[in-house]
């Protein structure tokens, strides 16, 4: 049976994460690593065989959402997320540090204001 839902993983460790999910939920996914110029033919292929919604991040979900008619959901980047990227960072002696990223990563960051 193909799978309905699909995880575009833009990069390993995301793919990884997913996999560990996968285990410990009743909901069955396929999963796709790599950027868009890697993995296009395969998701191309995912939507041809009916493939019903994909998930993920940043511009590659951006990007799948202006290129497809079916349903890409975001997976959210959370300020939490920025602050232990920042925090690991910061404790490897990195001070200046610079976060450039897509608009739709950074929707919750003027939470970090608060």
């Keep these: 049976m193909t799978q309905e839902i699909l995880l575009a993983a833009p990069y390993r460790e995301l793919a990884e994460l997913a996999e560990k999910v996968k285990k410990d939920i009743d909901v069955q996914f396929e999963i796709i690593t790599g950027n868009l ?25 951006e990007l799948l959402r202006e ?35 897509m608009k739709n990563i950074i929707a919750e960051t003027h939470l970090l204001n608060e």
């Design 37 to 61: 110029d890697e993995s296009w033919e395969k998701i191309d292929a995912f939507v041809k065989g009916g493939g019903k919604v994909i998930l993920s991040r940043g511009g590659t979900a």
């Design 67 to 101: 290129r497809l008619a079916i349903p890409v959901a975001d997976i959210p980047v959370t300020s939490f997320d920025i602050l232990t990227a920042i925090s690991q960072m910061n404790r490897k002696g990195i001070k200046k540090i610079a976060f450039i990223t």
